[in-house]
């Protein structure tokens, strides 16, 4: 299923090939997020034109609308949205915790959730189970792993993940490492459940199972964990979990946990996306990214550039934008920069009309799928150094 290619004898990056049920995906590779089963504002036709080889679909949000039975009369995800390349949907665990914790940002600075001020007892954990209320309509649902193993199936994915707890940052090393334990005893299930699944009863027989690491901060845990669960007979393995409070913690949690995982199977890093994440991730041997960025900049305004002194982001709103012919990004291959000027841009957003926040979420999405197209480039040239040199305007260090 995973075949490395290439390695960086400067870091820990390499370049590989995952191959899925429905096509091959080069790596390290950034993908599209499709939460509700479309990348916001944009097409399938779009994103296959500018080069993305695999999205990832939201369980939870598919789960409570559709439906993963209703997705799986209609043959599969990929048959009802279109899209014909490799599809990975996470578990649905990470939005069931976010209704206690909030988004990443909410639960690192205690803050409360929007959903949990608006029906009380949102979530409640237990041994067996994690039952919530939809954030649609205050409905009561029950997903155990197996559940969760179920609904992805039914969804059809190429790639489906594990059910996992998601304990917050300020949990603590007691709470996490029960939390851990949890999470193992889960995987195990769902593990049994995939194993056991009919595929001539899916819409995707062919689909592979990825297990998640976690561990908070911990090295200690972190370490137990990539070794459990990379033990288990997983197709490929994600870390996921609290990754600390700012992006230096990040990556130290990166550096902590790849080690202790298997070289041979797939890493991807839940959810981290941003520019500066990216070459720090591939730098430290992750081969797989997704984030909701690209399309959630574009929605507000924002445009990614190549300039590390701007953190890689230009708000088109700008008055000196409104005069200014060039594209968002000089040598852009996307519809975008090939079609309309920076002025041009600044007008739709400040008319309001919908056609701005599509240009600015493709440029972003392609921008980023062409990032990572020169990563394996350079990977495979034995310049991976230079470019990160290039764009961070710092030498790789690790």
Not at 168 to 189: C, I, K, N, Q, V
């Amino acid at each position: 299923m995973f075949t490395i290619t290439h390695r960086d004898p400067a870091s820990q990056a390499r370049c590989g090939v995952l191959t899925t049920a429905h096509g091959q995906v080069a790596t390290p590779v950034f993908m599209p997020v499709g939460t509700r089963g479309t990348v916001k504002a944009l097409t399938p036709h779009e994103l296959h034109d500018h080069g993305a080889s695999i999205i990832l679909g939201n369980t939870y949000h598919l789960y409570l609308q559709p439906g993963h039975e209703l997705l799986a009369r209609r043959g599969g995800l990929h048959r009802f949205m279109g899209w014909d390349g490799p599809i990975l949907t996470d578990s649905g665990g990470f939005q069931v915790f976010s209704l206690i914790y909030g988004g990443i940002a909410d639960e690192v600075k205690g803050r409360r959730p929007q959903h949990a001020q608006r029906l009380p007892d949102m979530v409640k954990v237990t041994e067996d189970a994690v039952i919530f209320k939809s954030y649609l309509d205050g409905s009561r649902h029950v997903f155990t792993p197996e559940r969760s193993i179920q609904v992805q199936h039914g969804i059809g994915g190429d790639i489906i993940l594990a059910f996992d707890e998601l304990p917050p940052f300020r949990a603590g090393y007691d709470y996490t490492r029960e939390s851990l334990a949890r999470t193992h005893r889960w995987a195990e299930r769902c593990l049994t459940t995939h194993r056991e699944r009919d595929p001539g009863a899916l819409p995707n027989p062919d689909q592979r199972l990825f297990g998640i690491v976690h561990g908070g901060v911990f090295p200690d845990l972190r370490q137990a964990s990539a070794e459990h669960i990379g033990a288990m007979g997983f197709d490929g393995l994600c870390i996921g979990g609290s990754l600390g409070a700012d992006k230096s913690q990040i990556y130290e949690v990166v550096a902590m946990t790849v080690p202790h995982m298997p070289d041979g199977l797939a890493r991807h890093l839940l959810g981290i996306g941003d520019v500066d994440d990216l070459f720090e991730g591939v730098a430290r041997g992750i081969d797989m990214f997704d984030c909701v960025s690209p399309t959630r900049l574009g929605r507000h305004g924002t445009a990614l550039i190549r300039d590390p002194s701007r953190r890689w982001k230009l708000n088109v709103l700008n008055a000196p934008l409104r005069e200014d012919d060039a594209p968002l990004q000089e040598g852009c291959r996307c519809y975008a920069c090939q079609h309309f000027s920076r002025a041009y841009i600044h007008y739709l957003y400040r008319a309001k009309e919908i056609l701005g926040l599509r240009l600015v979420s493709l440029h972003n999405v392609a921008f980023l799928l062409d990032l990572m197209a020169e990563v394996r480039a350079a990977i495979a040239a034995g310049r991976f150094p230079e470019l990160y040199a290039a764009w961070m305007g710092k030498a790789l260090t690790l």
